[in-house]
């Protein structure tokens, strides 16, 4: 697919998404397009599976591209979104010396996106994260938005921060390596959203299904 751009409005905070095949072979070149100079510290955010599939070509495209760059890989599901993966987060950007200049990367699903996004909100009061959702839930809601946060034993993201990423970069090729349930999961936000507010799109999803 052509590279296609979306705005998100929201002032001094407003930011792109990014969607085109193959864009994770070139993000070097896409994060000095929006004005990540080389030699800053980037430490990606990722889990096993994503990273068996991506993180080395990933990791390689950043470091040779003069970024000093890091892959940390959270457990994956949801009883691992807590306080103790994150405590974890701030032990390695500690270890790895992020300072307010670096720059935390979000490569997986939502629970990647929202336990980075709210280590990058916290973490020396705020700096910046980029999301690179690999799932269509997360590509369609989780990553676009600014929430982000962790469970607690009492209720699910119950802390948590309002954290805008400084862009979002969308990949449509991630989408081949998902199991067809998480897949559906995702088509089902999306046909909500057509409920919601956009009828052309719920038509337009009723029409590919009779087709199929």
């Known amino acids: 697919m052509n590279k296609r751009k979306i705005l998100v409005p929201l002032g ?16 070097s070149e896409e ?6 100079t080389k030699n800053r510290k980037i430490l990606v955010i990722s889990n096993e599976e994503i990273s068996n599939l ?4 990933f990791l390689n495209n950043l470091k040779d ?8 890989l959270i457990k ?10 994150l405590s ?4 390695v950007a500690f270890e790895f010396g992020l300072d307010r200049n670096s720059i935390i990367i979000a490569l997986g699903g939502g629970i990647v996106g929202d336990v980075s996004g709210f280590a990058a909100a916290t973490w020396l009061r705020g700096i910046e994260y980029i999301q690179i ?22 209720g699910k993201n119950l802390i948590g921060a309002f954290n805008q990423p400084k862009a979002v970069f969308i990949d449509p090729e991630t989408l081949k ?29 009723e029409i590919e299904k009779k087709q199929k």
């Open 76 to 85: 994956a599901g949801e009883s691992y979104k807590n306080l103790k993966t």
């Open 133 to 154: 959702p690999t799932t269509l839930l997360s590509m369609v809601d989780s990553s676009v938005g600014g929430k982000t946060g962790v469970n607690h034993p009492k």
């Open 65 to 72: 591209n003069k970024f000093q760059a890091k892959m940390f």
């Open 12 to 27: 001094d905070k407003s930011y792109e998404v990014t969607l085109e095949a193959g864009i994770l072979n070139n993000i």
């Open 177 to 205: 390596s998902l199991p067809k349930r998480e897949f559906s999961a995702g088509m089902a936000e999306v046909i909500k959203y057509g409920v919601i507010r956009d009828k052309e799109l719920f038509e337009f999803l």
């Open 88 to 91: 974890e987060i701030y032990d």
């Open 54 to 57: 991506y993180g080395e070509k």
């Open 31 to 36: 994060l000095l397009k929006i004005g990540i």
